[in-house]
């Protein structure tokens, strides 16, 4: 079992930049897979951004590509969502996730394939 705590939500302007952290429970950390998922109200999670166990591989939604980046420091047991250029349509609730099972170029944005899930951090961006 892993639980997961995200941290670093707020409200920021437009153009500025945030930096969301999450920290994992348990001595396994190293062993998932990590992403973040963001949910609006009356719309389906969707997929922002994951990386591999290793850091080997990272995966990004179109609409962040170029404007986010994922990392994990297994040390801490942390993944971390650097988000610049945040615009009104970023606004969200950014769930962090870990999947058990190694991710690929195919299931990486599913949320089938994440099997544990943080509360959320709330990211607003003014206009």
């Known amino acids: 079992q892993v639980q997961l705590v995200e941290s670093g939500g707020g409200l920021v302007q437009a153009g500025g930049s945030l930096r969301l952290s999450c920290t994992a429970s348990?001595?396994?950390?190293?062993?998932?897979?990590m992403g973040w998922f963001r949910q609006v109200p009356g719309k389906e999670r969707e997929f922002v951004a994951a990386?591999?166990?290793?850091?080997?591989?990272?995966y990004f939604a179109d609409s962040v590509k170029g404007r986010f980046t994922i990392s994990r420091d297994s040390a801490k047991n942390s993944v971390y969502l650097r988000m610049n250029s945040l615009n009104s349509e970023d606004t969200a609730l950014y769930y962090c996730?870990?999947?058990?099972?190694?991710?690929?170029?195919?299931?990486?944005?599913?949320?089938?394939?994440?099997?544990?899930w943080g509360q959320g951090t709330q990211v607003t961006v003014s206009s």
């Open positions: 996730t870990a999947a058990r099972f190694p991710l690929n170029s195919v299931n990486y944005e599913e949320p089938d394939a994440y099997d544990y």
């Open positions: 348990g001595r396994t950390f190293s062993t998932y897979a």
């Open positions: 990386i591999t166990t290793t850091a080997g591989s990272t």
